[in-house]
């Protein structure tokens, strides 16, 4: 075995608590769970999630919104019964694939 080494940092207490439960329900403790964290590190050569700055401004989802709400008004109108049977053919469709 290599010779092992003490890592210590500070972190606020309640979070540390909900973290060490999250961990404790997929059964690790929290020092496993960051030795995890160091070998995928090591593995991926970088940070084991995706990481990005993303600044989305309120002008975005307003256009976001509109563009749809355009792409909408083109779609022709359906019936009830066109609804209903589109509902039907999509609900025959899952219950083939749970076969």
């Known amino acids: 075995m290599s010779e ?3 890592i210590q940092f500070r972190a ?4 540390k608590q909900e973290v060490a439960r999250i961990y404790e329900d997929l059964g690790l403790d929290l020092p496993t769970a960051f030795r995890i964290f160091l ?3 090591k593995q991926v050569k970088g940070l084991p ?14 256009d976001a919104f509109y563009a749809l709400r355009k792409e909408a008004e083109t779609l022709p109108e359906m019936s009830l019964e066109e609804i209903n049977a589109e509902i039907a053919e999509a609900r025959a469709e899952r219950e083939v694939g749970r076969k």
Do not use: A, G, Y
Request: charged letters at 55%; a positive charge; proline letters at 0%.
């Open 4 to 6: 092992q080494v003490l």
């Open 12 to 15: 606020d207490k309640e979070l």
């Open 39 to 41: 070998k995928k590190s």
């Open 49 to 62: 999630f995706d990481v990005r700055l993303q600044e989305t401004k309120r002008e975005d989802f307003k």
